[in-house]
């Protein structure tokens, strides 16, 4: 009752992409589940999704339709020229500019975002962006014909004290179709944290919506906190009764990109030593319910350039005022940042898998949607 002011925003959510069962007693009612809110949900995301990646897929290759369609996925090794990766990576990897990192249990992601003062400088990187293959690839995964936010992304596992990483659960990010994608600057072998994915996880089958019904239903009672947030956990064992194989290791050379649905089931592969692992990182996720490809003032210029700095710079100040809570410190040079780690055995930065926070932190901060 104190949130009753909250209840217009609740009454519109499900027409929205948010996901969060425990944060809203609209979308985490047991007996609006019972009854189909969250599979109806469900099958509403993927619909439209279906019906917008048809009017995406003639500017893709076949070859890699077929293969996303398939699997969830797509994978293109040796991605760019050898040459112009090798120019490209040194760049990238030697850039002497701030960063930003965040602890989760004991691996710390640093992340730079691309922006117009970098592109400007890496001509290569801006080429790379706005090259047809590239977009359209990125484009039918995400269903939308939108700008992506970019980071410079750094993941470096095994290094702080802290609980196991949580990205190392297999898991969906949310309830309907998005897009992540790694342009890997290092090449990632099975020690070093390789992206892990379910192959079909993304399609829905008679299992995975009755799986996604049970979850709507039990996950406040016996759900973990990340589930409850609408980012749902899977076990390895459980994939065989929904008709699923054991996930795929992405273990690939440099210059590989790797795009995955991220509503499929994936994970940050497990490491038993420190490692470190470097990537252009690619994320989209718009609104579920929207009948059209385009239309999104987000990816206009020069807003799409400046969004990742804005965000951080946004949240900075809502920190600052007590409103939300900001999670990515500023954590030195991105350079100290890509080269093989040492342990440290403390906190760098604040973790963000605490074991409470306030209503208000709660809220704001980022829910586990993953960065494998």
Avoid at 48 to 70: E, T
Avoid at 111 to 131: D, T
Avoid at 216 to 223: D, E, M, Q, R
Wanted: glycine share 6%.
């Amino acid at each position: 009752m104190r949130n009753w002011w909250h209840l217009p925003w609740w009454l519109i959510s499900p027409l929205t992409g948010a996901k969060s069962f425990v944060d809203n007693p609209v979308l985490g009612s047991v007996r609006l589940n019972k009854l189909g809110l969250h599979t109806g949900r469900v099958r509403a995301a993927h619909t439209l999704a279906s019906a917008r990646r048809r009017k995406l897929g003639r500017h893709l290759p076949a070859p890699l339709r077929q293969q996303f369609d398939k699997n969830g996925f797509i994978v293109v090794r040796d991605f760019l020229d050898h040459a112009d990766f090798a120019v490209l990576r040194e760049q990238l990897l030697g850039l002497d500019t701030m960063s930003r990192s965040q602890q989760q249990g004991d691996t710390v992601t640093t992340r730079v975002p691309v922006g117009p003062e970098l592109l400007a400088a890496n001509p290569r990187l801006e080429q790379l962006l706005r090259s047809p293959l590239w977009q359209s690839a990125l484009h039918y995964v995400a269903s939308f014909r939108s700008r992506p936010l970019y980071y410079l992304q750094a993941i470096r596992t095994g290094v702080a004290a802290g609980d196991p990483d949580p990205q190392q659960d297999l898991h969906s990010d949310t309830f309907h179709p998005s897009m992540k994608a790694w342009l890997f600057l290092s090449d990632v072998g099975e020690e070093d944290a390789p992206l892990t994915y379910v192959a079909g996880s993304h399609r829905l089958t008679p299992a995975r919506m009755a799986w996604e019904r049970a979850k709507s239903i039990t996950v406040l009672a016996s759900g973990d906190r990340l589930s409850q947030r609408g980012s749902s956990r899977i076990a390895a064992d459980e994939l065989a009764a929904l008709g699923l194989p054991a996930p795929t290791r992405f273990t690939v050379p440099a210059n590989t990109l790797v795009i995955i649905d991220t509503c499929g089931f994936h994970a940050r592969g497990r490491s038993a030593r420190p490692t470190v692992r470097t990537e252009l990182w690619a994320y989209c996720r718009r609104s579920p319910f929207l009948p059209w490809t385009g239309w999104n003032l987000l990816s206009a210029s020069p807003i799409a350039d400046r969004r990742g700095e804005w965000l951080a710079k946004a949240l900075d100040r809502l920190d600052r005022l007590g409103w939300a809570k900001q999670y990515w410190k500023p954590n030195g040079t991105w350079r100290d940042h890509t080269t093989s780690p040492e342990p440290m055995m403390t906190t760098c930065v604040e973790q963000i898998t605490r074991p409470a926070v306030s209503r208000a932190a709660r809220k704001s901060e980022i829910s586990g949607d993953g960065r494998p």
